[in-house]
């Protein structure tokens, strides 16, 4: 079993930044992809970003547009969201997602565990 705990959701206004954190525990692959995944209300989950373990390969969801980054600290087992000129449609609940391996997917199917959620809330 993995346990992923997300935190610093919150809200902003519009053209604010936040960071998201999502802290992986128990049985760990040696090497794992992360990615996030968020779903506003009435809506599929969707794609957002994710990266490979080393660091060196990102994939990032359209709608991104340069605004956010993916990072990763693998000394603290955790992954980052760099969030910045937020939108009012960036408003949903974010989720981490584990994948085992080192293989980079945006899909939904592709990740066996995933964190409870954090709200982002985006004020006009």
């Known amino acids: 079993q993995v346990q992923l705990v997300e935190s610093g959701g919150g809200l902003v206004q519009a053209g604010g930044s936040l960071r998201l954190s999502c802290a992986a525990s128990g049985r760990t692959s040696t090497r794992y992809t992360m990615g996030w995944f968020r779903q506003a209300l009435g809506k599929e989950r969707e794609f957002v970003a994710a990266i490979s373990w080393s660091g060196g390969g990102t994939r990032y969801a359209d709608f991104v547009k340069g605004r956010f980054t993916i990072s990763r600290d693998n000394a603290k087992n955790t992954v980052y969201l760099q969030m910045s000129s937020l939108e009012p449609e960036d408003t949903a609940v974010y989720y981490c997602?584990?994948?085992?391996?080192?293989?980079?997917?945006?899909?939904?199917?592709?990740?066996?565990?995933w964190g409870q959620g954090t709200q982002v809330t985006v004020s006009s």
């Open positions: 997602a584990y994948r085992g391996d080192i293989v980079v997917l945006t899909t939904t199917w592709g990740y066996a565990y």
